[in-house]
């Protein structure tokens, strides 16, 4: 069992290779923002919440991103009772949620965004994405395209995050997500989005880095002390956070002012 599901995450590598055009031009689009001052807003309800953290804060990762992390939709680890599953599943299809979680951004046609869902079907992930092109901002969409294409959309004019998408990226992962069939057992286990999500994200930020990095801005990178030294280490993780303070705070500057649509 463990041999088959290490040989199905091979084909996950597979199909991420497949989409590095797409991949590059999610990273160009990044880059734009980046270099703009402005940032990327990256979201993902429920499990997709791994993809978010994925991208920033993390080693290896650097400043530019808006991580867009709603703990009612994403904290599952009490399972049931008070901040449960059963709530978390039942918020991230109430419409509207959307735009009052953007309410509190002052978003630029300048920034650009991420939207992770594996099923592109739940109603907060998609109206994330519909509220963003509203704003002129450019949309990439994560989803598991065999699992999205053969699910049923929760919002009632069928449409999915795919439909509001500038640039689509598939994780590879199969129907269901599950990977490995046990015999004896009804149900598939193991599933593989996560490890194409991840693949996808780190494809993408590794590339984003090149861009930034011949454009003049190399990032401000985690990196762990053992590799560059505590005190070297210390310092590269301050100027990161204060470097993410700084251009988030331009998110929040002029929130609620009028002001003319994409500046």
Request: glycine share 8%.
């Amino acid at each position: 069992m463990i041999h088959i599901y290490l040989e199905k995450c091979r084909q996950l590598i597979d199909t991420v290779e497949r989409q590095t055009a797409q991949l590059q031009q999610a990273a160009q689009w990044f880059a734009e923002s980046i270099l703009a001052g402005r940032m990327v807003h990256v979201f993902g309800s429920g499990h997709s919440r791994i993809m978010v953290e994925e991208m920033w804060p993390r080693y290896g990762s650097y400043p530019g991103f808006n991580p867009i992390v709603e703990l009612s939709l994403t904290f599952h680890n009490l399972v049931v009772g008070a901040n449960g599953q059963r709530q978390a599943m039942f918020l991230e299809n109430v419409s509207g949620l959307a735009e009052r979680i953007l309410r509190n951004y002052d978003l630029s046609a300048k920034d650009s965004a991420l939207v992770i869902s594996s099923s592109g079907c739940n109603v907060v992930p998609v109206e994330m994405a519909e509220e963003f092109q509203k704003r002129g901002v450019k949309v990439v969409a994560l989803v598991t395209k065999e699992h999205s294409d053969r699910s049923t959309s929760k919002r009632r004019d069928g449409l999915k995050l795919s439909d509001f998408a500038d640039l689509v990226l598939d994780t590879g992962a199969p129907v269901g997500d599950a990977m490995v069939t046990i015999p004896g057992l009804e149900t598939p286990v193991s599933p593989g989005s996560t490890v194409g999500g991840a693949l996808i994200i780190n494809s993408i930020k590794a590339e984003l880095a090149r861009l930034l990095t011949e454009a003049g801005q190399p990032p401000k990178v985690l990196t762990a002390g053992v590799v560059i030294g505590a005190e070297q280490a210390t310092k590269l993780f301050e100027a990161a956070y204060d470097e993410h303070a700084h251009r988030l705070s331009k998110l929040y500057a002029e929130v609620g002012r009028p002001r003319t649509h994409g500046l």
